[in-house]
């Protein structure tokens, strides 16, 4: 089955530094999603990309489609306390493939 | 607009009890999924409904069950509860086709003691 590689697992940075992180995937997506989860919620949407190649920006969080369809980023600005959480990444095939979540990133910032 | 609500927020149970858990999605979204998220771990597929029907099942047994009612709110139905079912079980809604992004309500925590 398809499966998500994320990294890094988790990493301490100093508040106001900038942050990446990637997924990788040994199938293709026609959809990749990015989720941000605070501890004992649910996750919530942060950016949606559908075509290869594209670049799409939410405030400080940019996030990429990578052109072999078979990885994303996500890169987050400057840096600040409330970024602390959980990092998914999310794939999608098409139809009614189900999607398919990395196993996250988290992320502690140091004030 | 209100987002996904789940109820209950915690269930406590006993090993071979049964569950039940409940969904409302967003209004104007058809499809339902659930997910199970056990301690520091990643989303795990359990269920997706959509327009009233099953369209996919993740790599769980039997025991672990759903349904979609006609206003499109869902229930996920644990049977013969096991220890290791413990966790919290996520509720998603999206428009329908599954083409879409999903948004997910803020999770029932289920104890099996």
């Known amino acids: 089955g398809q499966q998500l590689n994320q990294s890094p697992q988790s990493m301490f940075i100093q508040e106001g530094e900038d942050v990446s992180m990637n997924c990788t995937s040994s199938?293709?997506?026609?959809?990749w999603l990015w989720y941000k989860q605070d501890p004992g919620e649910g996750p919530v949407l942060l950016i949606a990309?559908?075509?290869?190649?594209e670049l799409t920006s939410n405030g400080r969080l940019t996030a990429q489609f990578g052109i072999t369809r078979k990885d994303s980023f996500l890169n987050i600005s400057a840096s600040i306390p409330s970024d602390v959480g959980i990092y998914f990444c999310?794939?999608?095939?098409?139809?009614?493939?189900?999607?398919?979540f990395g196993t996250g990133t988290k992320l502690q910032v140091i004030p | 607009e209100a987002g996904v609500t789940q109820s209950p927020t915690h269930l406590i149970k006993t090993r071979g009890q049964q569950a039940t858990l409940r969904c409302s999605p967003i209004?104007?979204?058809?499809?339902v999924y659930w997910y199970q998220q056990a301690l520091g771990l990643g989303l795990q597929f359990l269920l997706w409904?959509?327009?009233?029907?099953?369209?996919n099942r993740g790599n769980f047994p039997p025991r672990f069950s759903g349904r979609q009612f006609p206003n499109y709110s869902s229930e996920l139905n644990v049977n013969a509860l096991e220890l290791e079912d413990s966790a919290l079980y996520l509720c998603?809604?999206?428009?329908?086709?599954?083409?879409?992004?999903?948004?997910f309500g803020p999770g029932t925590r289920l104890t099996v003691t």
């Open positions: 998603a809604s999206s428009l329908s086709g599954g083409s879409y992004e999903q948004y």
């Open positions: 409904y959509d327009e009233g029907e099953e369209r």
């Open positions: 199938s293709i997506f026609n959809t």
């Open positions: 999310a794939g999608k095939s098409g139809g009614y493939q189900k999607v398919t």
């Open positions: 990309l559908y075509k290869a190649g």
């Open positions: 209004s104007g979204h058809t499809s």
